[in-house]
C-alpha cells in the first residue's frame, strides 16, 4: 500500500494565504525530499532533509522534518501565483530510492 | 533540465502498438530511473538501472513492458502491445549530486492509447 502519504490533496488558496502541505511515512526515513512540479512540467528538486526536527527555509518556503523522522511537512507564507503547482514529498522506502508521496496540488487565486 | 532529455515528447497511438520511449541523459550519469505519472497512482518508479544493468524493475508489469540501456546515454522503456491504461507521462531521471541524492526529472513522454 501507499507508504508516503501526503494531505491534503488539492489546496485552494488566495494570493497571500499561507499554504501547508504534510506528509507522513508508515517507516522511518533517513531522509525526505521535496519537489515540484508545475502544470504541464516535470518533477523539480526542491530541498533535503536528513536530520531529526531540522528546519529549512527557503524565502517564502519553510521544510521541516519530524522527530521521529517519519513527517514532514513544507509551509509558504504569503503564496503568490508563481507557486501554483503540485508538491510531492518523496524518501527511500526498503529498497527503493525515491517513493512518492501522491502530491498536494495548490492553486492560487489571485 | 538540459541533463536529461526524452522523446518523443507526445506519443498517440492505437491499442496493441508497441510504443518505445527514448531517455537520454547527459555522459557520466550512471543511473537512470523510470517512473509512470497518472492521476490516480501518482508518481510510480517503474525500473532504474546503474551502469546499465536493470536493478529493479518490480515496478514495471513484465508482460508487456521492457526496459535497456543499449549504452551510456540511451535508455529505452518499451510497450509491446500498449493498453488504453498505459495512457500516462513517462519520465526518467538521473541522480543530480550523490551529496544528496536527489533526482534530476526528464521533461517526460506524454502517451495516450487509444
Known amino acids: 500500500g501507499q507508504q508516503v502519504m501526503q494531505i491534503p490533496q488539492y489546496q485552494h488558496v488566495q494570493e497571500g494565504e499561507d499554504f501547508t502541505t504534510y506528509c507522513n511515512s508508515s517507516?522511518?526515513?533517513?531522509?525526505i525530499q521535496w519537489y515540484k512540479q508545475r502544470p504541464g512540467g516535470h518533477p523539480v528538486f526542491l530541498i533535503q532533509?536528513?536530520?531529526?526536527?531540522e528546519v529549512k527555509k527557503q524565502k517564502r518556503l519553510t521544510f521541516q522534518f519530524g522527530e521521529a523522522k517519519k513527517n514532514s511537512s513544507l509551509h509558504i507564507t504569503a503564496t503568490q501565483t508563481t507557486d501554483v503547482g503540485t508538491y510531492f514529498c518523496?524518501?527511500?522506502?526498503?529498497?527503493?530510492?525515491?517513493?512518492f508521496g501522491k502530491g498536494t496540488r495548490l492553486s492560487v487565486i489571485a | 533540465d538540459a541533463r536529461v532529455t526524452q522523446t518523443p515528447r507526445h506519443k498517440v497511438t492505437e491499442m496493441g502498438q508497441e510504443v518505445t520511449m527514448r531517455c537520454q541523459p547527459i555522459?557520466?550519469?550512471?543511473?537512470v530511473f523510470w517512473y509512470r505519472q497518472t492521476m490516480m497512482q501518482g508518481l510510480e518508479l517503474l525500473a532504474y538501472?546503474?551502469?546499465?544493468?536493470?536493478?529493479?524493475d518490480s515496478g514495471m508489469p513484465k508482460d508487456r513492458f521492457s526496459a535497456e540501456m543499449p549504452d551510456a546515454t540511451l535508455a529505452t522503456l518499451k510497450i509491446q502491445p500498449s493498453e488504453p491504461r498505459d495512457s500516462a507521462v513517462y519520465f526518467c531521471?538521473?541522480?543530480?549530486?550523490?551529496?544528496?541524492?536527489?533526482?534530476?526529472f526528464g521533461p517526460g513522454t506524454r502517451l495516450t492509447v487509444l
Open positions: 518523496a524518501g527511500p522506502v526498503g529498497n527503493t530510492p525515491l517513493v
Open positions: 517507516t522511518t526515513l533517513s531522509n
Open positions: 532533509l536528513v536530520k531529526s526536527g
Open positions: 555522459l557520466g550519469h550512471n543511473t
Open positions: 538501472f546503474r551502469n546499465r544493468a536493470p536493478l529493479d
Open positions: 531521471a538521473i541522480y543530480g549530486t550523490l551529496a544528496y541524492n536527489e533526482q534530476f
